[in-house]
């Protein structure tokens, strides 16, 4: 990518969270960015807040509903008159539901809402993104590029969340190898798909899903969106080939973080309990 490139860029569930850090970051590399989320009036107050953040951000947002397959030539149109072109696709909007229980105490509300807007959100949008790019100039090499953010094995097994959640993210996880292999079947060389694993990130939906027992360790694993957002908003937009698996961090570095706050916690409380120790 030539330095100085702007890449147009589209991110589902932008108005807050990771979704809006990540578009801040983009922002700050000068690219001109489309969010959305079903929100419509925290949509422009998400807008309102970068463009004060940014004096020069290309910034544009609309209320859009990923689960509203029939209102995507809507959201498509909106993006194409603001952005003109789609370099980078970012699926990021995503819920793991409104109660933290056991599958037979879910109501089937729930388990939709859930299934619909991890899974069924990512194929919609995943298939208007590439509806949008097959109509842009072709390339032999992938320079056209959807994220998804989809749970492996792993981390559906390590993940406290419901099972409609972990289910749905494995799901995404299928759409995006699944797609891959169909661009390459249909001979569509220019668009890549990748998986996107920002780890744990401390938003509300985390927060919402995170049980008291497991309160310490999140505190510890999770980091904020800004954060996660510094490392990857330079790893999407320097992406190459047709598929990879963009990671905040790498699992080791992850476990030796952790182990080094968990250190420094002890380390805390050790030197605490000393001065508190009362003198014989």
Known sequence: MPSGHRLGIVI??????????????????????VICARDGARVQDAVRQLRQDIGS???????????????????????LGRLGRVDRWINNAGTAGERQAPL?????????????????????????AVQIMREQPPSKTPVYHIFN??????????????IPHKASKIGVAV???????????????????????????KTDLLRRV??????????????????VAQSL??????????????????LPVMIARMLFRLSLRGARGLANARRLKPRE
């Open 104 to 128: 037979w105490a879910l109501d089937g509300v729930d388990m939709l809402e859930t299934t619909t807007t991890n899974l069924f959100g990512a194929l919609t949008m995943s298939s208007l």
């Open 233 to 250: 908003v330079p790893k999407i937009r320097h992406v190459r080939g047709r598929g990879s698996s963009i990671r905040h961090r790498s």
């Open 210 to 227: 995170t049980t008291p027992d497991a309160a310490g360790f999140v505190e510890i694993a999770a980091e904020r969106p800004e954060a």
């Open 175 to 201: 759409v995006t190898r699944s797609l891959r292999a169909e661009l390459a079947a249909h001979g569509m060389s220019s668009i890549g798909v990748h998986a996107l694993s920002p780890g744990l990130v």
């Open 57 to 79: 951000a290309d910034i544009h947002g609309i209320g859009f509903d990923v689960r509203d397959r029939g209102d995507s030539a809507r959201f498509k149109a909106f993006v």
């Open 149 to 162: 953010m989809g749970f492996s094995d792993l981390g559906a097994l390590l993940s406290r969340s419901p």
């Open 12 to 33: 589902t569930g932008g108005s807050r969270g990771l979704g809006f850090a990540l578009a801040k970051g983009f922002l700050a590399h000068g690219d001109r960015v």
